[in-house]
């Protein structure tokens, strides 16, 4: 397993390891012990598993306020995302900026999104599943959302005209956005 560390502070991307020889393939697509050789000491406590059937689905800018605030391992085991996180972290140098990740079945990369990032993808091929651990319960009082295509984020999108759930359409804006995190860094 190889953690890099993204531009955006505390944001993982995991490449795990991978055997492979004219049968398939074989992965440990988790494992506590081997985050954990890497400073990463996170109690996962739910797996959710996600279904786009068209490419240019948009889920996001997603986060939950604590005390139920979610770190996120995110992978993508079939199709491809075009993944984004947002610093929502007061006192944070990045707070505010995005940082974009192409994650695919066939590359087989995960990012660890910590508390205090909004999170969201758009998919880039039909058919796409994501799976992705938190380590806090959904809390649906204490979620919230940041609308797509806000323009103080600018976020470039691989779309002009994404597929977006009724509750997406309806997301506010970053400046309007409740976030209660520190950065502490």
């Not at 955006?8 to 991307?13: G, M, N, T």
């Not at 697509?29 to 985050?35: D, G, H, I, N, P």
């Not at 079939?78 to 995005?98: E, H, K, N, Q």
């Not at 597929?163 to 400046?175: H, P």
């Amino acid at each position: 397993m190889r953690v890099t560390d993204a531009q955006l502070p505390d944001v993982k991307i995991i490449q795990p390891s991978l055997f492979e020889d004219d049968r398939g393939y074989f992965m440990e697509s988790y494992s506590y012990k081997a985050l954990q050789q890497h400073g990463i000491s996170i109690d996962f406590v739910q797996d959710n598993h996600s279904l786009s059937l068209l490419a240019g689905t948009l889920r996001g800018l997603h986060y939950q306020l604590e005390p139920k605030a979610q770190t996120k391992l995110v992978r993508v085991t079939a199709g491809a995302i075009y993944d984004v996180v947002v610093d929502l972290r007061r006192g944070s140098p990045t707070f505010g900026m995005w940082e974009g990740f192409t994650l695919s079945a066939e590359n087989k990369l995960q990012l660890l999104v910590p508390k205090g990032f909004a999170h969201g993808f758009c998919t880039i091929a039909p058919h796409t599943e994501i799976q992705y651990k938190v380590d806090n319960d959904y809390a649906a009082e204490h979620e919230r959302g940041i609308i797509w295509n806000d323009p103080m984020l600018s976020i470039d999108w691989p779309v002009m005209e994404p597929v977006l759930s009724n509750k997406d359409q309806r997301n506010g804006l970053f400046v309007q956005s409740e976030y209660d995190f520190l950065y502490k860094g």
